[in-house]
Nanobody
Framework: QVQLMESGGGLVQAGGSLRLTCTASGSILRISVMGWYRQAPGKQRELVATISRAGSSNYQDSVKDRFTISRVKNTVYLQMSSLKPEDTAVYYC?????????WGQGTQVTVSS
């Protein structure tokens, strides 16, 4: 099993910045592609960004020029800048190992206008 511990959410004004952190523990061999997803009220969970063990990253188009995902071993970071009210959501850390997804409990990010 893999456990994911998130931190760094909060309330910020539009245009501000936040950094999310997620640390994976447990079965180290199962820690593979890590990333962040988000779910706004009344909407489906959506991919924000992912990063492989080799450092290859992938972003949702709407965040590509504002968010940066990075990784040091089993810890993944999401640096969010120029935040918009539409970025408000619960952000979930994810680890994908073949066809198995592991999820963190989520951290709330609220962007006020």
């Amino acid at each position: 099993q893999v456990q994911l511990m998130e931190s760094g959410g909060g309330l910020v004004q539009a245009g501000g910045s936040l950094r999310l952190t997620c640390t994976a523990s447990g079965s180290i061999l199962r820690i593979s592609v890590m990333g962040w997803y988000r779910q706004a009220p009344g909407k489906q969970r959506e991919l924000v960004a992912t990063i492989s063990r080799a450092g290859s990253s992938n972003y949702q188009d709407s965040v590509k020029d504002r968010f940066t995902i990075s990784r040091v071993k089993n810890t993944v970071y999401l640096q969010m800048s120029s935040l918009k009210p539409e970025d408000t959501a619960v952000y979930y850390c994810n680890n994908q190992y073949f066809d198995t997804d592991y999820w963190g409990q989520g951290t709330q990010v609220t962007v006020s206008s």
